[in-house]
């Protein structure tokens, strides 16, 4: 999903040469590819959207998965990197690096200073060490290797799996088939009370040029849109773009996860830059690639 963005935004800002591969072309996990890759290719410039990712229940089903498989993909790829010459590395993390209790809005500062959220510890762990790798590497070798942390992403592309997907696709996807179905009611994970900050896949894109046209720049920076709403209000959202007028119910026997999880959004304002695409406009968007991707058989799971 934010790898396509990114090739996406590239295209319109008139890129030279964009090398992209998918997993079944290059599997990041062997380090004997991705030293193949970077020796053939030489890229000069490499943006790491590569990751194991998905949604509460697969973070809380799969923590070795998680872990091992980004924190491989992270190590090769950053070693690969320096070793051939790549001038310019932006890592891709995600946000819940941060302490389960950190002081909302999230600050970068905010890293390391407080235990994790156990239901994505792993996964954060993994992105942690990568972001301090890049970091590393920029002091020991003085190469420009950095990280943006985004807020929970959503978009064309996403990943529908039914068990293992994020919340906006999870939700998109089930009020679809309800509505479909005339179900009377559709199931929320959790109580609905917690508070999730939603940028557009298009947005995270721009960011990301962004920060690559600065030769000065943070080791890490966060990129978010500043505001949350709680899932209950983000379900409203989603039945309202579906069309679904039944009744929406809280499994409180699901997990919430963090309670909050709201980025500080001064860093990249400072650099000149804030998301532009609103909420309830970006599930509109989505939901239309969501029914094209369903006519067209391309949906991910
Ligand atoms: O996107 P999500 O699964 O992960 O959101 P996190 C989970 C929140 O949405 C929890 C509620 O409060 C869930 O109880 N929820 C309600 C649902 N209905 C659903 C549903 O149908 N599917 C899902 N998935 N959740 C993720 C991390 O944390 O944040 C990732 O697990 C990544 O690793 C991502 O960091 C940015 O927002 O809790």
């Not at 509505?179 to 009377?184: F, T």
């Not at 960011?207 to 500043?226: Q, R, Y």
């Not at 679904?244 to 304002?269: C, E, F, Q, W």
Request: with cysteine; glycine share 8%.
């Amino acid at each position: 999903m934010v790898g396509s963005a990114v090739v996406r935004a590239l295209e319109q800002a008139g890129a030279a040469q964009i090398l992209t591969r998918t997993r079944d072309q290059l599997d990041l996990e062997r380090q004997e590819q991705v030293d193949d890759f970077f020796a053939s290719e030489r890229p000069e410039v490499v943006v790491f959207a590569a990751g194991r990712v998905g949604g509460i229940q697969a973070n809380q089903a799969f923590p070795a998965d998680f872990m091992v498989r980004n924190l491989a993909m992270a190590i090769h790829s950053i070693d690969a990197a320096f070793r051939f010459g790549v001038q310019r590395m932006l890592y891709l993390g995600s946000t819940c690096i941060y302490p389960r209790d950190a002081e909302q809005p999230i600050r970068e500062s905010a890293l390391l200073t407080g235990p994790l959220e156990p239901t994505n510890e792993a996964y954060a762990l993994a992105k942690i060490a990568g972001l301090k790798l890049c970091q590393y590497y920029r002091r020991q070798f003085g190469v420009a290797f950095h990280s943006a942390m985004p807020t929970n992403l959503y978009g064309p592309g996403d990943n529908y799996h039914p068990e293992h997907s994020h919340v906006l696709p999870g939700l998109l996807q089930r009020f679809h088939w309800a509505k479909q179905a005339h179900l009377p009611t559709v199931e929320l994970w959790g109580t609905g009370q917690p508070r999730r900050e939603f940028l557009h896949v298009d947005d995270l894109a721009d960011a990301i040029l962004h920060l690559l046209s600065f030769s000065e720049f943070p080791d890490w920076v966060n990129v978010g849109t500043g505001e949350d709403v709680s899932i209950r209000e983000l379900a409203e959202m989603i039945a309202e773009v579906v069309g679904y007028h039944g009744a929406i119910v809280p499994n409180p026997s699901k997990p919430d996860g963090t309670p909050v999880k709201r980025t500080d959004t001064s860093l990249m304002r400072s650099l000149g830059w804030r998301a532009g695409i609103p909420l309830r406009e970006g599930i509109q968007r989505t939901y239309e690639t969501y029914i094209s991707e369903l006519e067209t058989a391309t949906i991910r799971r």
